[in-house]
């Protein structure tokens, strides 16, 4: 069962080195949710936008250089894979729908 999260406008998400977070990256700020739970566990209003592929954390991952992808403009879709596999993103029209990676 896939669970959903609410980020509006996405620009871009990646995870943290560890694969403990996800880092999401919004024209209205950024936003860190807890890997599993899922549960947000920061946020920033301020705008800031991926420079060279990477953006700078907050909340638990703050200062950290997050390498992120960037969602596909033409068909507004971004798709991506956790560190270790276990789960996958995929994002439209202002949802992230989270899956459990087949076995």
């Known amino acids: 069962m ?5 980020v509006g406008g996405l620009v871009a998400a990646g995870f943290d080195r560890t694969g403990q977070y996800l880092l999401t990256v ?3 700020g950024r936003g ?6 899922w ?3 920061a946020r920033d209003e301020a705008p800031v936008y991926p420079v060279k592929g990477h953006v700078e954390g907050i909340g ?11 969602k596909n ?3 507004g879709e971004l798709l991506l894979r956790s560190p270790d596999g276990s789960f996958t993103l ?9 899956s ?3 076995t």
Request: glycine residues 6%.
């Open 2 to 6: 896939p669970t959903y999260l609410q």
């Open 26 to 28: 919004s024209h209205s």
């Open 32 to 37: 860190v949710f807890a890997v599993g739970s």
């Open 39 to 41: 549960a947000r566990v």
């Open 60 to 70: 638990p991952i703050d200062g950290q250089s997050v390498a992120v992808l960037e």
């Open 73 to 75: 403009y033409t068909s």
């Open 90 to 98: 995929a994002y439209d029209s202002g949802v992230i729908s989270v």
């Open 100 to 102: 459990s990676a087949p």
